[in-house]
């Protein structure tokens, strides 16, 4: 079986595959798009989204177990259809997309989200946005883009779900219904995209325990914390997400 031996991978993928264990099996996957960045410092962004997506396709299984019962049937209806056309649009364009393009588009939508509510979210008050089948579409076609490219799906989900205010066991939940159709949807295309070749999927399996880990650790945490709380955390967590993004995305326009 081929691996990755660089000692330098391990640093970054360690933590990468840790943090996204935690973020999807405990607060809705928001920090887990940073998996793909922190790989990508030692190896090709390509690369990296190639050896996470099985690992994320792991941790998808444990966490469909532990939420069976407890996720949003109306926003799976509104969702998965507009993800299914997204991933569609990726492959389509996969030979022409700009990766930092779209983590800057990922940076704007989840930083203005996140200010929108911190300041205007106090005149608002606490009032429950219900699920429309309009925005839903549209942000759930992003997600499904976002996350074919960068396995980046988190904020442009987080946008629609937050303001429904559902029970955080609920949220999470379907975050981890959504993402496991959409994850083994991407194994097809990135099967014959040509994805899985070379070291990638060693070097996945190499990181299962890692990922088992985090997810055990998410899991924890999740019962742990009150849903104020928990709010915060998410909205936190989206807010730090797209300052990574937009600063990854900046150091390259700078230097091209």
């Not at 081929?2 to 264990?21: H, K, N, Q, R, W």
């Not at 940076?107 to 309009?134: E, N, Q, Y």
């Amino acid at each position: 079986m081929e691996i990755i031996t660089d000692p330098f991978f391990y640093l970054v993928g360690i933590p990468a595959v840790l943090i996204a264990g935690v973020s999807k099996s405990g607060f809705g996957g928001g920090l887990g798009v940073i998996a793909v960045p922190l790989m990508a410092l030692a190896l090709s962004p390509q690369a990296a989204a190639a050896i996470m997506l099985p690992i994320l396709c792991l941790m998808d299984l444990a966490n469909v177990w532990a939420y069976r019962k407890n996720w949003d049937r109306r926003n799976m209806m509104i969702l998965i259809p507009a993800a299914l056309l997204g991933i569609l649009i990726g492959t389509l364009s996969f030979s022409y997309l700009n990766e930092y393009a779209v983590k800057l588009i990922i940076a704007v939508i989840a930083i203005g989200f996140t200010l929108d509510h911190w300041f205007r979210g106090k005149k608002r008050g606490d009032a429950v946005v219900p699920a429309r089948w309009g925005k839903g579409s549209f942000w759930g076609t992003i997600a499904g883009f976002t996350s074919f490219v960068a396995h980046a799906g988190g904020p442009p989900v987080s946008v629609f779900l937050l303001p429904q205010r559902m029970d955080k066991t609920v949220f999470v939940g379907t975050t981890v219904m959504f993402f496991i159709v959409v994850n083994y949807v991407k194994l097809i295309p990135y099967w014959f995209l040509g994805q899985f070749g070379g070291a990638n999927l060693g070097t996945a399996l190499v990181l299962v325990p890692v990922a088992l880990l985090g997810t055990w650790l998410g899991l924890w945490a999740h019962d742990k914390i009150s849903e104020k709380l928990f709010y915060r955390v998410c909205y936190g967590l989206l807010f730090v997400t797209g300052v990574k993004l937009l600063t990854d995305a900046g150091l390259h326009f700078v230097s091209t």
